[in-house]
């Protein structure tokens, strides 16, 4: 029953996920063929009714459904928010623009579990819950009815005047007469490529040289974002928490708002940061901290596993009768320690701990609710999901490392330079490839975990992301550009320039001339 119920949510949410993936590929299509704003009002009406089936819904079907509109809605906007508000910024706060989007993001995240915690008081909410998810797309439908197309697709489309009036009001005077310029030479040059604004082939992008080197960059940092194992960690925080020896009952949704909590102020750090530290310091320096969270977890993991609590045949007279299955049964059963017994199935099996001293050995009981009881009513800790340990409180360092770490940097620079980088023309369908691919990483990620840790262990799991992000960081600092500062047009003469950067520590006004050329 538990299990039926464990994967019927795992498919709600991976099918969000494959809506993301459809959502975001469409939108892209939609950017550069409709514009910004359909695409943006497009996707608030898919989240609507989704989130409306949602909560009509009589049955997991309908949910499912409803599931599957909210993702299409994410997906589009995942992609169209970032670009739209960055063809609208100037430059020079361009990226702290984008990155109040994240903010947004990861502060509504911490915001729903809230919401959450307040529901749960009165049952049979649920519907309330997921209706209210309609709401804040409702308003900004309306209130996007109120603001311009992006200047820069107009400008592209023809429409020049149009253009020009929104872009008098983003930029001063003296700003506005080199930006028009620029748009107007990018606008040139692909006229002079491809004789009209002509239709875009994916064979055609691959070979422009500036679109290949800014798909290496977006799409790369996208992979990266997403295989460090955001997700993973995310999902081992109520194991982690375990692993600290805070077992208590209330701990989960407290733990889930103590993460996203920081996962939120990690984006406002990113607003300050990435005008002034750039976009490819601060995604190096991210993953570089996510290497060292992501070793002493594997450590701790590791530690633990190797070092769990012994078991002790069944005495307490309370759960004389619960004694787990497997470990009556098998004929090794002086060798069992407390990991074992958490991977005992048919049924499920956690450990009771010592009264005395949680180290010690305790009871390897069947896992439900009236064992938990009977456990703790004799103020002796619980541990299903992880085992005792000395030095379990390092996991927690290490699971808050990781989040403060990889938030304000790899949460929020890929987003930032796939909205940046491409040219003008490529910008929609390029952005869309990037998103497609983030969704997709994720989906394979979290499909695939799970299996991965049966097969190699959750120490191994972590040292393998940590190597993916020791990777990233040199992927980083040879393919990522800094696009800090400049002007969104001239983006695309640095890309013209060079493939790979070697100098990191330049400043990024002399990056176009002194960074090696190795072409
Ligand atoms: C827990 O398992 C025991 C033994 O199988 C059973 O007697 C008890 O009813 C179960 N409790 C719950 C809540 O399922």
């Not at 009589?58 to 995942?78: D, E, T, W, Y």
């Not at 030479?185 to 500036?210: C, F, M, N, P």
């Amino acid at each position: 029953m538990l299990k039926g119920k464990k994967n019927f949510l795992e498919t709600i949410v991976s099918m969000a996920v494959a809506g993301a993936i459809i959502g975001a590929a469409v939108g892209g299509w939609l950017n550069d063929r409709y514009g910004r704003k359909p695409a943006l009002l497009l996707g608030d009406l898919l989240f609507f009714i989704g989130a409306v089936i949602m909560a009509a819904a009589n049955g997991p079907p309908l949910l499912i459904v409803g599931r599957i509109f909210v993702g299409f809605g994410v997906g589009m906007a995942s992609m169209t928010s970032p670009l739209y508000i960055s063809e609208a910024s100037p430059a020079k706060i361009r990226g702290a623009l984008v990155s109040t989007n994240a903010f947004l993001i990861t502060g509504g995240q911490f915001l729903s579990y809230l919401i959450n915690l307040a529901f749960t008081q009165a049952p049979g909410t649920w519907r309330w819950m997921l209706g209210v998810a309609a709401l804040p797309a409702l308003v900004q439908f309306a209130l996007m009815m109120f603001l311009p197309e992006s200047p820069r697709w107009l400008y592209r489309k023809g429409r020049k005047e149009e253009a020009k009036a929104i872009l008098e009001k983003i930029y001063s005077a003296d700003q506005l007469e080199s930006e028009t310029q620029a748009l107007h030479e990018s606008v040139e040059a692909e006229i002079k490529e491809t004789g009209t604004a002509g239709k875009v082939t994916y064979k055609e992008l691959w070979r422009t040289k500036t679109v290949r080197r800014g798909l290496i960059a977006g799409i790369g940092l996208m992979i990266f974002q997403q295989c460090v194992g955001i997700n993973t960690v995310m999902y081992y925080s109520p194991t982690i928490i375990q692993l600290a020896g805070i077992a208590g009952n209330q701990t989960a949704l407290l733990l889930s708002l103590v993460t996203s909590g920081l996962n939120a102020l990690g984006s406002i750090v990113s607003i300050f940061l990435i005008d002034r530290t750039g976009r490819r310091k601060l995604a190096a320096a991210s993953l570089s901290g996510v290497v060292i969270a992501l070793a002493i977890l594997s450590g701790i993991f590791y530690h633990t596993t190797t070092h769990s609590p012994e078991i002790t045949p069944t005495v307490t007279s309370h759960l004389i009768d619960y004694t787990c299955p497997d470990y009556s049964s098998a004929a090794n059963a002086n060798s069992w320690d407390c990991m074992k017994c958490l991977k005992a199935s048919s049924p499920e099996c956690g450990f009771c701990a010592s009264a005395t001293n949680k180290l010690w050995p305790g009871e390897c009981v069947i896992s439900n609710d009236t064992v938990k009881d009977i456990c703790q009513g004799d103020h002796r800790l619980w541990y299903t999901r992880g085992c005792p340990s000395k030095t379990g409180w390092l996991a927690l360092a290490g699971l808050a490392l990781y989040i403060i770490f990889f938030s304000p940097g790899m949460g929020t620079v890929p987003w930032i330079v796939n909205s940046e980088i491409y040219p003008l023309r490529y910008r929609g369908i390029c952005g869309g490839i990037a998103a497609t691919v983030n969704w997709t990483s994720n989906l394979i990620v979290a499909q695939s975990f799970l299996s991965l840790t049966k097969a190699i262990g959750t120490s191994f799991t972590f040292l393998m992301f940590g190597v993916i992000a020791v990777i990233g960081v040199c992927f980083v600092l040879i393919c990522v550009p800094e696009t800090k500062g400049l002007p969104i047009e001239e983006i695309e003469n640095m890309l013209q320039d060079r493939a790979i950067r070697l100098k990191f520590w330049k400043k990024s006004s002399a990056n176009l001339e002194k960074n090696v050329q190795i072409t």
